[in-house]
């Protein structure tokens, strides 16, 4: 095959500002590659390169260099070259995203899954943005009033006793059997401080947390993992570890409860298949979520989890982000209670 591309930088906006304890966002800029193949001109494949500020491993002032330089060489050597990528993993993602796309049989059906066949939906979490305490429980209430039975607060930024009031205000009106509480602190807590609030947070029966403490200190997390109240989720902490024998290290030493992949930052489709495969292997379960791209990205992402995941083994992944942006792009997506649905015939 002779393949070509463009690029198009693009430029999210988000509704409200969405708050994590490592700032705010209010927009954010992705590129889309559009693939074609010279055989067949007229179609062409849409991928999403959408790496984070202060976050992605692979975003650099000359990222946008990178990624054509990787475009060119992609189209030069006529196949995907995972292994040159493992360092890239958003770009990794985007190419790999857009070869499925210019493949796929049907319009934006990447994977044949009952979900891209319209038989049922993905669970998904319900997620809460931080910000003052009106402003997260009025968030709150609309998922609840949405029908999510899995929240997700960002934690870590507002004063802890405030997020604390939240969480008993929520379990004083749902029980654990009829809401599930997961909370992301980002790698907000003190090493001085986790324990403790580790010890707090676990009267809520609350299901995980993601990076308690900041990511990079593997002894210290490991220490945490088999100490805790509550099950840890590993996100952030799995950043930058790209190659097969440094993963199989991190799991072998932190031994985590769960572990959270996000295609963009953990190695594209092939790495997170890597990590998910190495996590079940040591007894570690794993869900999948999306890192703020926009509907092309999430697309791929949510047809990824029906692939791998088997429907009766699906815990709530985090798929909720395709409403997030005033100028998102049109998928046949679609929230229904708390699921998300691909819209067959659309």
């Known amino acids: 095959m002779t393949y070509s591309y463009s690029l198009s930088p693009y430029e999210l906006i988000f509704k409200e500002p969405a708050g994590t304890s490592r700032g705010i966002y209010k927009t954010r800029k992705v590129w889309f590659i559009k693939l074609f193949d010279a055989d067949q001109p007229q179609a062409f494949g849409i991928g999403e390169c959408a790496p984070l500020p202060n976050l992605s491993c692979d975003l650099t002032d000359n990222y946008e260099s990178i990624l054509k330089a990787e475009c060119d060489y992609f189209c030069r050597e006529g196949h995907l070259d995972t292994e040159r990528l493992r360092h890239y993993p958003s770009i990794l993602f985007g190419l790999e995203t857009a070869i499925l796309s210019l493949n796929a049989v049907k319009e934006n059906v990447l994977f044949d899954t ?45 004063d802890f006793e405030q997020e604390l009031t939240l969480l008993k205000a929520i379990r004083e009106r749902y029980a654990s059997d009829v809401l599930e509480i997961r909370v992301d602190a980002n790698g907000a807590f003190s090493w001085e401080v986790v324990q403790q609030r580790l010890e707090s947070l676990s009267q809520f029966s609350i299901h995980s947390i993601e990076q308690p403490i900041a990511p990079g200190n593997w002894q210290k997390m490991a220490q945490l993992c088999r100490n805790t109240p509550i099950s840890i989720a590993l996100d952030e902490e799995l950043i930058g570890v790209n190659d097969l024998k440094s993963k199989e290290m991190l799991l072998q030493e932190i031994n985590p409860q769960y572990i959270i992949l996000k295609p963009s930052l953990h190695g594209g489709i092939a790495g997170s298949t890597e990590w998910i495969e190495l996590a079940k292997q040591k007894g570690i379960k794993s869900w999948i979520t999306s890192a703020l791209e926009s509907n092309i990205g999430l697309n791929v992402i949510a047809q990824f989890a029906s692939y791998i995941y088997p429907k009766d083994q699906q815990m709530p992944q985090g798929l909720g982000t395709g409403q997030l942006y005033t100028n998102n792009i049109e998928m046949p997506l679609a929230i229904k209670k708390d699921e998300l649905w691909f819209l067959k015939n659309s």
Not at 118 to 142: A, D, H, K, Y
């Open 114 to 158: 009952s979900f891209t066949r319209s038989e049922c939906g993905i669970p998904i979490n319900g997620l809460v943005w931080m910000g003052s305490f009106t402003e997260m429980m009025q968030r709150l209430e609309r998922k609840l009033d949405e029908g999510f039975r899995c929240i997700k607060l960002k934690i870590g930024a507002i």
